[in-house]
T-cell receptor, first 112, second 115 residues
Framework: QKEVEQNSGPLSVPEGAIASLNCTYS??????FFWYRQYSGKSPELIMF????GDKEDGRFTAQLNKASQYVSLLIRDSQPSDSATYLC????????????FGSGTRLQVQP | ETGVTQTPRHLVMGMTNKKSLKCEQH?????MYWYKQSAKKPLELMFV???????ENNSVPSRFSPECPNSSHLFLHLHTLQPEDSALYLC??????????????FGNGTRLTVT
């Protein structure tokens, strides 16, 4: 089983809609999770992090964490064509590894 | 300079060449990382350094040799690579090394092509 799993997409949404990106993880002991955005040919850029169960909002972005279900999500409100990118979910797994474990990413396409 | 800087941005090398990738962070962080990103695959952790000491080697072949002279600089020495080593190599840094909830900050990466 992959440690951090994401649907590769593409997820296509119209401009102005809410984009919902999902991620599941295998390690019940994992504590902290991060969402990165990666444009084609560029490096990952941190956009959100969440440590506690519930929701965390930052502008148009809301991260949601449900530790009981081992599920993390990212909602993007009022999606813009500039949001079109690959979104990477990452977490510190409770395996002793001293670095983030990444999912394979979900490609988001926002249609004008 | 700010953030994490990687050089070169692009590198083409033959299988018998020796080259080095360089990474420098200006964030005052004490942990540095090398990740490999191949097409259609998740980022793969290669090495972790914390206060210039290697704390993780993720079963990386010996043709990749890291060096961390201090907390701000990280190198990846390459020799006798294979075509399947062609990928984007990403350097990152963080305040602390794993387990303390610190995000990673990435450099722009080196696009490596092995011919």
């Amino acid at each position: 089983q992959k440690e951090v799993e994401q649907n590769s997409g593409p997820l296509s949404v119209p401009e102005g809609a809410i984009a919902s990106l999902n991620c599941t993880y295998s390690d019940r002991g994992s504590q902290s999770f991060f969402w990165y955005r990666q444009y084609s040919g560029k490096s990952p850029e941190l956009i959100m992090f969440i440590y506690s169960n519930g929701d965390k909002e930052d502008g148009r972005f809301t991260a949601q964490l449900n530790k009981a279900s081992q599920y993390v999500s990212l909602l993007i409100r009022d999606s813009q064509p500039s949001d079109s990118a690959t979104y990477l979910c990452a977490g510190y797994m409770d395996t002793g590894r001293r670095a983030l474990t990444f999912g394979s990413g979900t490609r988001l396409q926002v249609q004008p | 300079e700010t953030g994490v800087t990687q050089t070169p941005r692009h590198l083409v090398m033959g299988m018998t060449n020796k080259k080095s990738l360089k990474c420098e962070q200006h964030l005052g962080h004490n942990a540095m990382y090398w990740y490999k990103q191949s097409a259609k695959k998740p980022l793969e952790l290669m090495f972790v350094y914390n206060f210039k000491e290697q704390t993780e080697n993720n079963s990386v072949p010996s043709r990749f040799s890291p060096e961390c002279p201090n907390s701000s600089h990280l190198f990846l020495h390459l020799h006798t690579l294979q075509p399947e080593d062609s990928a984007l190599y990403l350097c990152a840094s963080s305040q602390g090394s794993g387990g303390n909830n610190s995000p990673l900050h990435f450099g722009n990466g080196t696009r490596l092509t092995v011919t």
